[in-house]
Nanobody, 117 residues
Framework: QVQLVESGGGLVQAGGSLRLSCTASGDIFSLKSMGWYRQGSGNQHELVASIPSSGGSTNYADSVKVRVTISREQAQNTIDLQMNSLRPGDTAVYYC??????????WGQGTQVTVSS
């Protein structure tokens, strides 16, 4: 089992920045990748970014490329999502996601990001 705890959401004006963090605990060595999804008012569930647990390329949604960077902290069990030049369209609940090598998926509780115009 893996538990995911997110932090860092909040309210920001358009053009501002936010940094989200997600810390995994439990059987972290079973994880193949971690990332962030978001669900906005249209209820679409969109992959924002993902990063492999050991090497490999990061992956970004076209809608956030250039503005968003996903990274892994030294401890390997925490990922960060740096979001810059935020737009009202980025308003959503952001969920940390992890997938194991056995393709089990885990979700955090979600953190609200609100971008005001």
């Amino acid at each position: 089992q893996v538990q995911l705890v997110e932090s860092g959401g909040g309210l920001v004006q358009a053009g501002g920045s936010l940094r989200l963090s997600c810390t995994a605990s439990g059987d972290i060595f079973s994880l193949k990748s971690m990332g962030w999804y978001r669900q906005g008012s249209g209820n679409q569930h969109e992959l924002v970014a993902s990063i492999p647990s050991s090497g490999g390329s990061t992956n970004y949604a076209d809608s956030v490329k250039v503005r968003v960077t996903i990274s892994r902290e030294q401890a390997q069990n925490t990922i960060d999502l740096q979001m810059n030049s935020l737009r009202p369209g980025d308003t959503a609940v952001y969920y940390c996601h992890a997938m194991s090598h056995s393709h089990f998926t885990y979700w955090g509780q979600g953190t609200q990001v609100t971008v005001s115009s």
